[in-house]
């Protein structure tokens, strides 16, 4: 009997060393197919059909011309832009209201300062959602029917809604530790968790289906 196939595609070697030697190796009733395009995929599935479609959402926007690295003093001077703990405390005691929701408002503008900061540097390093999303859309081109999730670590909630809007058929967050090593335990650790969770998906798309 053959084994319902995964099929995971990524732009990033250490994302598929992830897989291969962290999930992979929890789920031997299920085979991976791991590529880095959807080109790539098709290729390697032949004529097989996978179960469900593991897709990585961030990857490289070959339409970005002259992507870099945002210099350190660029970073810096936009970093003192934001605001700081201070805005979020002052006055906070005489307030008039509702005060935890006004404190939450502080605090947030801060999440969203970073969060602005940070994409603005994914965008000038060519790295953004496109990679993940057109893959979505070759999916269902391609094997309509097939349910397709993402995989990712760096998406924000910006990126949640245009997920949304393709109607992916799920999100999981891949575990980030402080360094590869614990990534690695991490990711080992969410293995059993992501596996029922993808099995979940396969098995209602085809209850429904």
């Not at 994302?15 to 590529?35: C, D, K, M, T, W």
């Not at 032949?46 to 970073?75: M, N, Q, Y």
């Not at 405390?89 to 969060?115: H, P, Q, S």
């Not at 670590?153 to 402080?178: C, H, Q, W, Y």
Request: overall charge negative; glycine content about 6%; proline content about 5%.
């Amino acid at each position: 009997m053959m084994k319902p196939i995964i099929c995971f595609i990524d732009d990033s070697k250490f994302e598929h060393g992830l897989v291969q030697n962290e999930i992979a190796l929890s789920a031997p009733e299920l085979e991976f197919v791991q590529a880095y395009t959807f080109e790539e995929a098709r290729e390697k599935l032949g004529t097989k059909s996978p179960a469900l479609f593991l897709l990585d959402l961030w990857g490289k926007d070959e339409d970005v011309r002259d992507p870099h690295i945002s210099p350190k003093e660029d970073l810096k001077m936009k970093i003192t832009n934001l605001p700081s703990l201070d805005n979020v405390y002052e006055g906070l005691d005489d307030f008039k209201g509702d005060v935890a929701n006004e404190y939450l408002k502080r605090l947030f503008t801060i999440v969203d300062g970073w969060r602005t900061l940070f994409e603005g540097v994914c965008d000038r390093i060519g790295q953004n959602r496109k990679y993940g999303l057109w893959n979505l859309r070759q999916v269902r081109e391609n094997y309509p029917g097939i349910p397709a999730v993402f995989y990712t670590r760096k998406s924000l909630i910006n990126d949640a809604v245009a997920m949304f809007k393709a109607e992916a058929d799920g999100l999981f967050i891949k575990p980030t530790g402080f360094n590869d090593a614990e990534t690695r335990r991490l990711t080992r650790e969410y293995a059993p968790q992501l596996i029922e969770e993808l099995k979940k998906i396969k098995d209602s798309k085809i209850n429904h289906s």
